[in-house]
């Protein structure tokens, strides 16, 4: 997945549907690692709103429409999202990233594997739930927090103790299963700010990156460009990206005169225990 913040509207056409290392190359970059089970892009019009265009279809199979809808998602914020699906969950258009509701935007990179067990308790916002995808579980589990706290770092960290705090509870369930989530990288917007949690417990379907097999799989980059500030799940094209440090959050806010970003580390624990952070085992 991949976001771009900038001070004034634009796309980010090359980074999502470019020729090298783009979220569109990555899609089947690795036959052993796909990325083929959808895809999607949000911006945000003039009046502030989300606009969002998502497939169920592999995005090499929609190379042109994914294309043309690069180039018209012309905003000051943009995420886009190719989708390996987590298993048992289906792939259709629903299915896709990013998530709306809101005014809210989502997508996440990761499987909560407790999705049943968050969705219980979501309160009046399971109501909400429009699928099966435990991300959309965990959009709704951050819209929840975001209600209480009123600030998306917090939030999320909110997510990150529910989650360990269920998990004492239901753990028998899964056996074999060492926590209750992969990853829960994720990007938030509701167009005013893009809001990102870099952080993972335990090891997914990958080892490293597609295109940057010496980036480990749960570890995001970030990069500046002409203004403009990224966040990819890794670099999307072969210049200067850094790594972050998870775990970490950050909100990156366009401003006239470039974007405003601002990280916060994070140091994760329940009463029970400190939650693990699978990059630094």
């Given at each position: 997945m991949l976001a771009q913040v900038s001070p004034r509207p634009a796309d980010a056409r090359v980074l999502i549907a470019g020729p090298e290392c783009s979220l569109l190359a990555q899609a089947d970059a690795d036959p052993k690692n796909p990325q083929t089970d959808g895809w999607g892009l949000a911006w945000f019009g003039a009046d502030g709103r989300p606009r969002v265009v998502k497939s169920g279809r592999a995005a090499p199979s929609e190379r042109e429409r994914l294309s043309r809808a690069a180039g018209e998602a012309v905003s000051t914020i943009v995420i886009a999202h190719v989708r390996a699906a987590s298993k048992g969950c289906p792939v259709d258009d629903a299915h896709a990233h990013p998530f709306e509701d809101g005014g809210w935007v989502f997508a996440h990179n990761g499987t909560l594997a407790i999705h049943r067990e968050?969705?219980?308790?979501?309160?009046?916002?399971r109501a909400r739930l429009e699928t099966r995808s435990d991300s959309e579980v965990y959009f709704q589990q951050f819209l929840k927090h975001l209600e209480?706290?009123?600030?998306?770092?917090r939030a999320f960290e909110a997510c990150v103790a529910e989650n360990w705090r269920i998990w004492e509870s239901c753990r028998a369930r899964y056996p074999g299963v060492p926590a209750p989530y992969t990853s829960l990288n994720a990007l938030a917007s509701d167009g005013r700010a893009l809001h990102v949690l870099c952080h993972a417990a335990s090891r997914g379907l990958a080892e490293c990156g597609v295109c940057h097999p010496d980036q480990p799989w749960s570890v995001m980059s970030e990069s500046s460009r002409g203004g403009r500030w990224l966040v990819?799940?890794?670099?999307a094209d072969r210049g200067e990206w850094t790594r972050l440090s998870p775990p970490v959050s950050i909100s990156a806010v366009p401003m006239p005169s470039g974007v405003d970003v601002r990280r916060r580390a994070l140091a994760l624990s329940t009463p029970q225990r400190a939650v693990p952070e699978v990059s630094l085992a």
């Open positions: 968050v969705a219980e308790a979501l309160g009046p916002r209480a706290c009123g600030e998306p770092s990819s799940s890794e670099g």
